[in-house]
């Protein structure tokens, strides 16, 4: 089999029957979406993947070896010498280099990715592995230093904005947040300003963004909101190339206690004139019982959303910080947001 693209969502179309494509397209590793494709003809669906994401985003399905040529079942392969650039060879036989053929294999699907919003990938894969790959040396020992899977290489140096994450790592619900709320970033941006493109599209997007970014790191986000406003020498090209980088990178880091606790209490400001003293006293105090690890974020959120619906202006109730991702795409979220 050459090529393995497929839609796993038609595989997998949901329990409920709904028959629309959902819009946001994300990359999935082959074995993952339930494709017996592995070395030993199994697979390694996913539930998380199947079950709740394919509610939400449409999989384009992708597995690198079987597109290379390797058969299935197949022997194990793994990464042999130098961690930055390491060969693939079989385990037991390395006296062959399959770098090549699997390159060859991944040089076509890596030039029809431009509309994926992120990608999830299998771990410790020689191939599909995001990180902590092990990569073994003559001694038979993997090097301390780990490499990355081959074509999740390749995959992160030709999009580097677009966000990744390994299956395994989105049981953690922080990264499980992090990852969602960056797909939709990334999806938002494509939407409203790469497709209507306009300076205005760019402050509108960048304004419901303002308390997400405060809450990911609050010196870069300050260096975008100056990009944003003094834009003068740039076209919208370089404008948007530049802010989209900053901004993914921003994005790219989790968003910790304390800095969400910074965003609250700015938010919590927008009620000064409209909600009593004991009520944002009341407020206050959620934000802080979270601060101290003794509630999830989602409880001083549901406060502040609770008083903005009835007393927030547009601009306050526009803010993604709000509402990242729909609701319903959180199997965790109650311990999470
Ligand atoms: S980890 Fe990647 S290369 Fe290995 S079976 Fe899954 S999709 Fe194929």
């Keep these: 089999m050459k090529n393995h693209t497929v839609i796993a969502s038609d595989k997998n179309r949901n329990d409920n029957n709904e028959s ?18 592995r070395y030993n003809a199994g697979h390694k669906q996913s539930q998380l993947c199947l079950k709740t994401l394919s509610k939400h985003f449409s999989f384009k399905t992708f597995c690198p070896e079987v597109s290379a040529g390797f058969s299935t079942p197949r022997p194990t392969m793994r990464l042999i010498g130098n961690p930055d650039e390491p060969t693939l060879t ?15 294999g991944f040089q076509d699907e890596l030039t029809q990715l431009d509309d994926l919003d992120g990608y999830i990938l299998m771990s410790k894969s ?13 001694s038979g020992m993997p090097h301390q230093k780990f490499g990355m899977g081959l074509y999740a290489k390749a995959l992160k140096e030709k999009y580097p904005l677009m966000p990744m994450e390994e299956e395994g790592r989105l049981h953690d619900d922080v990264l499980y947040d992090n990852f969602v709320t960056r ?6 941006f494509r939407k409203e300003v790469l497709e209507q493109p306009s300076i205005a599209n760019l402050m509108q997007f960048h304004a419901s963004y303002k308390y997400m970014l405060m809450a990911h790191q609050q010196k870069d986000a300050k260096t975008l909101g100056k990009l944003v406003a003094s834009h003068k020498g740039l076209s919208f090209e370089e404008l948007t190339t530049q802010y989209l980088a900053l901004f993914m990178k921003i994005m790219s880091k989790p968003a910790n206690r304390g800095n969400h606790t910074n965003a609250l209490l700015h938010m919590l400001g927008y009620l000064k004139q409209s909600v009593s003293s004991d009520a944002r006293q009341s407020i206050v105090d959620a934000i802080y019982t979270y601060n101290n690890g003794m509630t999830p974020l989602v409880t001083p959120l549901t406060l502040l959303k609770h008083y903005f619906k009835q007393y927030g202006s547009s601009y306050i109730n526009m803010q993604r910080y709000l509402q990242p991702y729909p609701e319903n795409i959180h199997p965790i979220r109650k311990y999470c947001r």
Excluded: M
């Excluded at 079989?90 to 060859?104: A, G, I, R, V």
């Excluded at 020689?126 to 003559?138: A, F, H, I, M, T």
């Excluded at 797909?183 to 938002?188: P, R």
């Design 20 to 37: 629309h494509q959902p819009d946001i397209k994300i990359g999935l590793s082959a074995c993952l979406a339930g494709f017996e494709v």
């Design 183 to 188: 797909v939709y970033a990334h999806h938002n």
């Design 126 to 138: 020689p191939s599909c592995g995001l990180e902590r790959v092990k990569v073994y040396q003559e």
């Design 90 to 104: 079989y385990t037991k036989d390395s006296s062959e280099d399959l770098t090549d053929q699997l390159k060859q």
